[in-house]
């Protein structure tokens, strides 16, 4: 609300907020009768709920004074082990927003979407984390990018796989990160799904974004950029023109490897 009353003082009157919770079905339904009865369709989505699926000591985390370059490079890995927890409760919370909760809203939005006269714009904002080369399992990395196969399925057993790991303390026995487990496969997973739905409306322009290390809650305020530089990626997506790259990762404003 306080954004919404921001963006009104500086102008911009027809700014509108309605409540999101992306874990509620019913908030979710709410959201799409709203914007039905008030527009019609929708033209672009957004989606940027996020959670780390860890617990974390922020006096501790603070107190071991990490650099930039050390959360980019994954130096900080090993340093913070004692200070970030992984739970298996966070990390169902965490797979319920950063994958479950980001399907369902497009799911209850993509008939409003196809309204849309443009075509529809869907842009999921990701994560470096979410990089494939960066999972060492071979199978889990071989499975997400085999775009021939990817299916919705196939990517929900890979949660369970890891939820399955999780409790039985197998993760990094089985080759999940080390670094943010659950948000790192959530964001993969994200990724993959966006390549999915990509292949089946190929009339939208679906695409996931890094946006940088942006400084948010979400990072402990360890990121170096701003907001507003964080959403150019995302901006550029939302408002890309007929005919434009469609089930693509960006980091950023430039086009690369999933």
Known sequence: MAATSSLHASGLL??????????????????????????????????NAGASGVIVDEDG??????????????????????VIKTTYEKAEECLNTNYYGCKRVIEALLPLLQLS???GRIVNVSSLRGELWRIPNEQ????????DTLSEEKIERILERFLHDLKHNALEANG???M??????????????TRVLAKKYPSMCINCVHPGY???????????MTVEEGAKGSIMLALLPEGGPTGFYFD???MAAF
Do not use: C, M
């Open 176 to 178: 999940w990160q080390k």
């Open 61 to 82: 985390l603070r107190a071991l004074s990490i650099d930039p370059a050390s959360w980019l490079s994954g130096k900080a890995t090993n340093l913070v082990q004692g």
């Open 214 to 224: 942006v400084n948010t809650d979400l990072n402990w305020h360890t990121g170096t």
């Open 117 to 119: 006269t443009s075509g």
């Open 14 to 47: 027809n700014v509108v907020f309605h409540q999101l919770d992306v874990q509620d079905p019913d908030s979710i339904k709410s959201l799409a009768n709203f914007i039905h009865t008030q527009f019609g369709r929708l033209d672009i989505l957004v989606n």
């Open 252 to 254: 950023r404003t430039e």
């Open 180 to 193: 943010l487990p659950s948000y790192s496969i959530s964001k993969a997973t994200l990724n993959a799904y």
């Open 140 to 147: 889990t990395r071989e499975e997400l990018a085999d775009i």
